[in-house]
């Protein structure tokens, strides 16, 4: 994990767009059922900060299982929305005008899984077998499909795909024998092992080459509400700092902010230890990427990696020639990360955690 010390202040000059001078009212849609640990860093960190209200803008979150993200921002429902890298692949090929601004998880944590004491050993061995992901046709099952291809499986005809949801649904699919194995990603996967899952997991190498999730708006948008963007990334740069910098402080805000999400019959210790957990394994999957311009920015040769990789493996099925569009101008990450880096970690290390 990058160390504090390493992002204590810009990676680059830049002057800084001054925020809105009234808040910038924002539509944000995440595709979930409701708030969980995974947006402790993304939502519940800069509101209980006030780093959004600092950098002039009202973010209004909703929370929408099986969102069609790229959907809602391109017919104006939504100003701003969490995607799946996959989903800005196959937008940009299919001429869709939107673009990820902000990049949450650097590195793909998605996976094929069975349970741990499942006969299968391998991924190839689920020829014939039968996959479950979140919501098939959208998001992780993009990589799914990747994934089996790598495997030296045909995706579409030597295994069957299934929605599952997430959470207690797929763990109770994957129990049952619904399904064999099931495709979702890490922090995902963490919650089940809060709950006493365990998984055998298969990866392959072309995954650390690849993003994972960020925040997405239209060209549109982002071109007429620079002010706004740069203000809501620089909110979740600072976020993401002070969970580096202090974990366990930022587990603390979260449940003091949301005890009604502490589970039946869990202690507030209990509750403690497994939000941990979850934070932790997006913080590693978290970093930044050799060439990124700082805190949310992007590997300057991740979207052309990953669009050859679509092609080669049929999720793509002509190839993108042009990958330029696919993210913001590192100037405006630039942007993002120009505030004083050393007041937000000592904020986190002086903040109380008990």
Do not use: C
């Not at 299982?65 to 937008?91: C, H, P, R, Y």
């Not at 299919?94 to 998880?105: A, G, H, K, T």
């Amino acid at each position: 994990m990058q160390s504090p010390a390493e992002t204590a202040s810009p990676t680059a000059e830049a002057t800084p767009t001054p925020p809105p001078a009234n808040p910038t009212e924002l539509e944000v849609i995440v595709g979930i059922g409701g708030l969980t640990p995974n947006e402790l860093i993304t939502v519940v960190l800069p509101q209980e900060l006030g780093y959004f209200a600092t950098e002039g803008v009202a973010p209004k979150f909703t929370f929408t299982t099986g969102a069609n993200t790229v959907q809602l921002l391109t017919v104006g429902q939504a100003d701003i929305g969490f995607t799946v890298s996959s989903n800005v692949v196959l937008a940009h090929a299919q001429d869709i005008p939107v673009r990820p601004f902000y990049n949450i998880l650097t590195k793909s944590g998605t996976a094929i899984t069975v349970l741990d004491d499942s006969p299968i050993t391998s991924a190839e061995q689920l020829r014939g077998g039968t996959i479950g992901t979140a919501t098939v046709g959208v998001g992780q099952y993009f990589n799914g499909l990747a994934m089996v291809a790598a495997a030296g499986l045909d995706p579409e005809t030597d295994v069957e795909w299934v929605s599952v949801g997430v959470g207690a649904q797929a763990l109770q699919a994957l129990e049952s024998g619904t399904v064999d194995a099931i495709v979702l990603w890490d922090a995902a996967y963490a919650d089940m092992e809060n709950k006493g899952a365990a998984f055998r997991y298969f990866r392959f190498p072309f995954q650390n080459e690849h993003h994972s999730a960020q925040w997405m708006a239209t060209d549109e948008f982002i071109d007429a509400n620079r002010a706004a963007i740069i203000g809501f990334g620089r909110a979740e740069a600072k976020a993401t700092l002070f969970a580096r910098t202090n974990p366990e402080a930022a587990v603390r805000i979260y449940l003091d902010a949301h005890p009604e999400l502490i589970p039946d019959g869990l202690s507030e210790q209990e509750a403690f230890d497994q939000t941990l957990h979850i934070l932790n394994t997006n913080l590693g999957n978290g970093e930044e990427m050799p060439g990124s311009p700082g805190i949310g920015g992007f590997s300057p040769t991740v979207w052309r990696t990953m669009a050859d990789f679509y092609l080669e493996y049929g999720v793509l099925t002509e190839p993108l020639e042009d990958v330029s569009g696919m993210q913001i101008p590192p100037a405006m990450t630039e942007e993002m990360n120009t505030f004083d880096h050393e007041a937000i970690i000592q904020e986190a290390n002086t903040y109380p955690t008990n």
